[in-house]
């Protein structure tokens, strides 16, 4: 992403009832003058794309629509209409700072994942699709117990979107969720309150697993862990590193696998006999977390999915002794 002054380059801030944009016959105004939604989404489109922000006519769609308090396809039934002057102020406060590199999630407050709305605040990590896989593959496995109650914690809940959709879609979650982070554990509890999912969900602030009422015993541990090497700081983008809370990016050494051989240690400890850990992980890492498992005597390594991009990305293991 480039560095600009963005906000001294976008040109809506020229009223239209200014000298220069005013018609000199005083005429009605061309159609072509006015900030209609498709101009504004045309110009902040090719805005973002020239600075290297994000998805960048998705992202213009994202913000115009929230700006303006409706869904994103109604933008175009409505392409000829020109915001007012408030809408049109909020929209280019966040275009001047999305082209700075803030995250358009932080911005309008949620993101999507699984096909529901997290709300998101910089305390949490915003939901990436590639963690959707961890969802899917904890689903399949729940549905596999053919238990009635299954016992899962999912460590490290940030916004809570993995353990909610988990439980959206499967009745049988009896979850715990936990989190080192107070306010990370804030968001995430009022995110189970919109889905409708509060009372199913335990949420416990913890150091990993430290902190979780023994003796449970859980027949599925998910994460997605901190998992970039401190080592790796310098080569992210400005985007993540000055916006997202460094506490759910970075794991605690140079590699990117300390948090998740921690977590390998209390997993072996709090699965049930036959019960499963699957977490996230970067491609970079695969190898190395997939021979940290083979070190473990209880532990052993089941499979590892790859996303659509098909970068190895979910490691699942199962307890066997
Ligand atoms: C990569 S984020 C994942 C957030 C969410 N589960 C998701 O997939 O979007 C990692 C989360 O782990 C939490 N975390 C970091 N270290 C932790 C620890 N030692 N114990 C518990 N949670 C931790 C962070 O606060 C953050 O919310």
């Known amino acids: 992403m480039n560095t600009i002054d963005a906000a001294c380059v976008i040109p809506w801030e020229i009223s239209i009832n ?19 939604i498709k101009r504004l989404l045309s110009w902040t489109t090719d805005f973002f794309r020239e600075h290297g922000a994000g998805q960048s006519r998705l992202d213009a769609e994202i913000l115009l629509s929230e700006a303006l308090g409706c869904p994103r396809i109604e933008l175009y039934t409505r392409f000829d209409e020109e915001p007012p002057e408030t809408v049109r102020g909020i929209f280019r406060d966040w275009v001047a700072r999305h082209a700075e590199g803030e995250p358009v999630a932080y911005l309008v407050g949620q993101k999507e994942f699984f096909s529901l709305k997290f709300e998101v605040t910089p305390a949490v990590l915003i939901p990436r699709p590639e963690t959707e896989h961890l969802v899917t593959e904890a689903i399949d496995l729940i549905r596999d117990s053919k238990a009635d109650s299954v016992p899962i914690i999912d460590v490290g ?39 409708g999912v509060s009372e199913r969900i335990d949420f416990v602030k913890s150091d990993l697993l430290t902190h979780v009422p023994q003796p449970t015993r859980f027949h599925l541990i998910v994460s997605n862990p901190p998992y970039i090497g401190l080592s790796e700081k310098a080569d992210l983008d400005k985007s993540v590193i000055d916006f997202e809370p460094h506490l759910a990016l970075f794991s605690t050494g140079p590699d990117g696998t300390e948090t998740i051989q921690q977590l390998l240690e209390q997993s072996a400890q709090r699965l049930e006999l036959e019960g499963y850990l699957l977490f996230e992980i970067s491609p970079m890492i695969a190898e190395h977390c997939c021979s940290l498992i083979q070190e473990h005597t209880s532990l052993q390594l089941e499979r590892v999915v790859k996303d ?13 002794a």
Do not use: F, Y
């Open 18 to 36: 200014s000298p220069s944009d005013t018609p000199s016959n005083g005429a009605e105004q061309a159609t072509s003058e006015l900030w209609t």
């Open 157 to 195: 809940t940030g916004s809570g979107c993995v353990a909610i959709a988990i439980c959206k879609h499967a009745p049988q979650a009896n979850m715990t969720a936990c989190d080192i982070s107070d306010a990370a554990l804030d968001v995430a509890r009022q995110n189970a309150q919109a889905q």
């Open 308 to 320: 659509l991009a098909g970068h190895a990305r979910i490691v699942i293991a199962k307890r066997i």
